[in-house]
């Protein structure tokens, strides 16, 4: 007698009802074009059971069940039964000699049983289905209520619903321009106090300790890194146009120039390393500050500011013609106009050490380079957290660098961050990179439609655009 035999066939099932290539075939039994889905809140399983290799005398019978199962739960699918000639007659008269999962219209003689038999069913969908495998149970009996032999024989066993094809999107990242010198600079802005009419600087005057310590913590910045030069330093002095305009070129002068001698007092400067230079009077610190205020006569004061000529004049006239307002610039703005602007020009070293360079990017990534901070990103697994890292703190670093945009943007993409690609994609330029990783941004957010003519468009350009349209054509097809 024949045995009881287990034959699994799976398929990826989701959407849309797809069917295996191959026959499974237990010996006795072939399931052909298997096909299955979930469709809507319910499992559609569909099938050709082939029974040519079966041979089944007048007593015997041949129940075969299909069923889906995870390993600890188990749907039982309706049964097809093949009974000989005696055994569908018993059948049909004892009750107890049927399976519960064979019903009236799935009981068959053998010789009205087609050599194949369609079989369909569907039942509803539960979660754990996903994980399952469907099998095939092929049971045969000899004689009444005997089972003359069962066994197992595992066939083919896969998930029957995995996940579905998503995108898993390639980066196209572009590798900066390697910098030959690093030339950075910090700028700063000090509002230092001196007596009426003098160029001497009193460090402990009136503010002057907080002022003077703001120029001195920005030098310390990089005067006391090894990794850093000093190249240059320049001191511009600006005055208000309170007073005589030949006065105030005095004063201008002679402060940008204490300026510089209190700093050499503190560093030694060679000499040619401070320059200094001086605005007479900053009338443009004041024409931006009418501009933005709610001054009554604001614009008749813009155009006395605006008019050419002689700037006593000038002040004179606002001073005579608008008392009120002059009064309030004189001693809410007029302070703020005499100030001592600098710039700290120094080059920071290369640094080639893929190792040395991720310690630099957690410490102190404000020396790095763009390119740096791509070799060491290639020194990491792609798609690590320490790999990601490198590029948002790059774009941090060069918020406005198109290519630092981009590579934080391609990054984002590779792990789902749409939010913040979609922001840093904003300020990455047209190249082809970026456009492909503005058409994966579509393709991400489901928008096949739009992504795939201008993914097909990059192709010869982007290497990794003709493997998005293959994913998305994949998708589109499932």
Not at 15 to 44: I, M, R, W
Not at 358 to 387: M, V, Y
Request: with cysteine; hydrophobic share 40%; aromatic share 8%.
């Amino acid at each position: 007698m024949k045995k009881t035999l287990i034959i699994f066939a799976a398929a990826l099932l989701f959407a849309a009802p797809l069917a295996l290539a191959q026959t499974v075939d237990s010996g006795t039994v072939s399931a052909e074009n298997v096909k299955f889905s979930k469709n809507g809140d319910d499992l559609v399983v569909q099938m050709d059971l082939n029974t040519t290799g079966l041979d089944i005398s007048g007593n015997r019978m041949v129940i075969i069940t299909p069923e889906v199962s995870d390993g600890v739960n188990t749907e039982t699918l309706p049964s097809v039964g093949l009974y000989g000639r005696k055994r569908y007659i018993y059948y049909i008269r004892n009750i107890q000699d049927k399976p519960e999962s064979l019903s009236e219209d799935k009981a068959i003689r053998t010789k009205d049983a087609p050599d194949v038999i369609p079989y369909s069913s569907i039942v509803p969908f539960q979660s754990w289905m996903s994980d399952a495998a469907l099998k095939l149970k092929v049971q045969e009996k000899g004689c009444a209520n005997c089972d003359k032999g069962s066994g197992d024989r595992l066939l083919a066993d896969r998930p029957l619903m995995p996940e579905a094809p998503v995108i898993r999107p390639k980066a196209a990242y572009i590798t900066p321009q390697a910098e030959a010198v690093k030339a950075r600079s910090l700028e700063g802005r000090a509002f230092i106090n001196f007596e009426v009419n003098k160029t001497v600087i009193k460090p402990d005057y009136m503010t002057n300790p907080t002022e003077l310590g703001k120029i001195i913590a920005t030098i310390d910045s990089v005067k006391n890194d090894s990794d850093i030069k000093v190249e240059a330093i320049s001191i511009k002095g600006f005055a208000s146009p309170e007073g005589g305009w030949a006065n105030n070129e005095r004063l201008a002068k002679g402060r940008s120039a204490a300026l510089k001698n209190y700093i050499n007092t503190l560093y030694k400067f060679d000499n040619d390393i401070i320059s200094t230079s001086y605005e007479v009077e900053d009338w443009e610190g004041l024409k931006e500050f009418v501009e933005g205020s709610n001054l009554t006569a604001k614009d008749e004061i813009l155009a006395i500011i605006n008019e050419g000529g002689d700037a006593d004049k000038k002040e004179a006239k606002i001073k005579a013609k608008y008392p009120e307002q002059y009064n309030y610039l004189l001693h809410n703005v007029y302070p703020s106009l005499r100030h001592s602007d600098y710039v700290i020009n120094y080059v920071i070293s290369n640094f080639t050490d893929p190792k040395e360079i991720r310690e630099i990017a957690k410490t102190a990534p404000q020396k790095l380079s763009l390119n740096e901070f791509f070799i060491a990103a290639q020194d990491c697994k792609s798609g690590s957290e320490e790999f990601a890292e490198l590029f948002e703190t790059a774009v941090r670093m060069y918020p406005d660098s198109e290519v630092a945009n981009l590579n934080a943007a391609s990054s984002e993409l590779t792990h789902g961050d749409l939010i913040n690609a979609e922001k840093h994609l904003k300020k990455a330029g047209n190249s082809p990179q970026a456009q492909y990783a503005r058409a994966m941004l579509l393709a991400l957010k489901g928008n096949y439609s739009d992504a795939l003519p201008k993914l097909r468009a990059l192709s010869n350009q982007v290497p990794e655009a003709a493997d998005a349209v293959a994913q998305i054509e994949n998708i589109l097809n499932y």
